[in-house]
């Protein structure tokens, strides 16, 4: 069974500039969370997706956004850069919120914003 | 609020020691608590759910609700054992995960 995907592995922006993460879930899997780790911060919670409703919003500006579609794949998406967005974004799945909180995680995208 | 304190951002032992890497969480209600692990190159994954009550890899980890802790232990360290542990907590169902810092487990030969 394929786990979490995430593309693009490495992105590389320079301030103000937008960018789009995207994530696959789990087969079966309705729920999509999206993390923020970034260096000396630890894992932070950034959105939460299930069935295309965002559930959840962790301590960030509105710039950081996101939206779950039909097949409830996700993207992030992060306006006007700054630098201190550089970190490794991760997605996880879970099955919904009738099925439990075991969160899948995929590899993350690293983002370096210059 | 929802915070997990991990004090040891890194433990170093010797194969075949006991470890215990510490887990300590403040929540108002009833959370589960999970420990995850990440190894060298790997992406982030389960390791240990507080409901299941099982032991995996040979780590077992207890809820203690009056100390508000969750300690993850080991008798006998092994080397494969190396890797970064993170513990964290969640509100019933379907939620966000509230993660600890991390603790960098070295296992020395």
């Known amino acids: 069974e394929a786990g979490v995907t995430q593309s693009p592995t490495h992105l590389i922006k320079t301030r103000g500039q937008q960018v789009t993460l995207r994530c696959s879930p789990i087969?079966?899997?309705?729920?999509v969370y999206w993390y923020q780790q970034a260096l000396g911060l630890g894992l932070q919670f950034l959105l939460w997706y299930d069935e295309g409703e965002e559930r959840n919003r962790g301590n960030f500006p509105p710039r950081f956004s996101g939206r779950q579609f039909p097949n409830y794949s996700s993207e992030l998406n992060v306006n006007a850069l700054e630098l201190e967005d550089s970190a490794l974004y991760l997605c996880a799945s879970s099955p919904g919120q009738f099925g439990g909180n075991e969160q899948f995680f995929g590899p993350g995208t690293r983002l370096t914003v210059l | 609020a929802q915070r997990v304190t991990q004090p040891e951002k890194l433990l170093s032992v010797f194969k075949g020691a006991p470890v215990e890497l510490k887990c300590n969480y403040s929540y108002s209600g009833s959370p589960e608590l999970f420990w995850y692990v990440q190894y060298s190159r790997q992406r982030l994954q389960l390791l240990l759910r507080h409901i299941s009550r099982e032991s995996i890899k040979g780590f077992t980890a207890d809820l203690n609700k009056g100390e508000t802790s969750f300690h993850l232990k080991k008798p006998f360290a092994q080397e494969e054992d190396s890797a970064m542990y993170y513990c964290a907590l969640s509100g019933q169902g379907a939620q966000k995960l509230v993660f600890g810092q991390g603790t960098r487990l070295t296992i020395n030969p």
């Open positions: 087969s079966g899997h309705t729920s």
